[in-house]
């Protein structure tokens, strides 16, 4: 006999309206880390109390947002070493990170506000995990002379970096990037094979210098 599913409980509930506040405050902050709490609570349809009784503060909500994304981050690195081929491992925790737009809370919420101990040892964790998927690349002799693990940080951050009004056109822009990207970082790649997604067009990137009408 099929099962009954009944309204939510409060806690299914709780636990979607935390989700919401959490995805709010990803936009809000990321778009402007000076935001306030009022912001995030409107931009995810709740009261300033559904915010204050989950999070005691701003920074309490930042260091929950930015934790969360170290979490992702491991279990991105976890799926790829879980590949037999090591470039394959690493280009999809690569892409895992990028598609989850996890280093937006590096770039532009990093010193915002003081780390717990246990965002420290996640971030310890992330790193050893991160040099592992580089160790196996090396191993394989499949990476580029000179590249360490360090340069995929970097690889995230350029690909974070990229930010356009549509939010589809970000996402493809960023994969066609992160593509670039780990050819020049990973040898015997199939360079000659084409790139992800339409180019960027003419003044695409420009859009942050037009000033939008009086």
């Given at each position: 006999?099929?099962?009954?599913v009944g309204p939510p409980t409060a806690s299914r509930?709780?636990?979607?309206?935390?989700?919401?506040?959490?995805?709010?405050?990803?936009?809000?902050?990321?778009?402007?880390?000076?935001?306030?709490?009022?912001?995030?609570?409107?931009?995810?349809?709740?009261?300033?109390?559904?915010?204050?009784?989950?999070?005691?503060?701003?920074?309490?909500?930042?260091?929950?947002?930015?934790?969360?994304?170290?979490?992702?981050?491991?279990?991105?690195?976890?799926?790829?070493?879980?590949?037999?081929?090591?470039?394959?491992?690493?280009?999809?925790?690569?892409?895992?990170?990028?598609?989850?737009?996890?280093?937006?809370?590096?770039?532009?919420?990093?010193?915002?506000?003081?780390?717990?101990?246990?965002?420290?040892?996640?971030?310890?964790?992330?790193?050893?995990?991160?040099?592992?998927?580089?160790?196996?690349?090396?191993?394989?002799?499949?990476?580029?002379?000179?590249?360490?693990?360090?340069?995929?940080?970097?690889?995230?951050?350029?690909?974070?970096?990229?930010?356009?009004?549509?939010?589809?056109?970000?996402?493809?822009?960023?994969?066609?990037?992160?593509?670039?990207?780990?050819?020049?970082?990973?040898?015997?790649?199939?360079v000659a094979a084409a790139l992800p997604e339409p180019a960027p067009e003419p003044g695409e990137s420009?859009?942050?210098?037009?000033?939008?009408?009086?």
């Amino acid at each position: 006999m099929a099962e009954t599913v009944g309204p939510p409980t409060a806690s299914r509930r709780g636990a979607g309206s935390d989700q919401a506040i959490l995805d709010a405050a990803k936009r809000v902050f990321v778009d402007d880390p000076r935001a306030t709490v009022a912001a995030v609570a409107n931009r995810a349809g709740v009261g300033m109390s559904a915010v204050y009784r989950r999070y005691a503060s701003k920074e309490e909500l930042l260091r929950r947002l930015c934790h969360d994304g170290l979490l992702r981050y491991i279990d991105e690195a976890e799926r790829g070493l879980v590949e037999a081929d090591p470039v394959e491992g690493l280009t999809r925790f690569v892409t895992g990170l990028v598609e989850a737009d996890v280093h937006s809370l590096t770039v532009y919420l990093g010193g915002t506000f003081t780390p717990t101990e246990e965002m420290g040892h996640s971030a310890m964790r992330a790193g050893a995990l991160a040099n592992e998927l580089v160790d196996r690349v090396r191993a394989a002799g499949r990476l580029r002379a000179g590249a360490v693990a360090e340069d995929v940080g970097f690889i995230l951050e350029a690909c974070a970096a990229i930010r356009l009004p549509d939010p589809d056109r970000t996402a493809a822009l960023r994969r066609r990037v992160l593509t670039l990207l780990l050819d020049g970082f990973v040898t015997g790649r199939d360079v000659a094979a084409a790139l992800p997604e339409p180019a960027p067009e003419p003044g695409e990137s420009a859009w942050r210098w037009r000033r939008s009408p009086p």
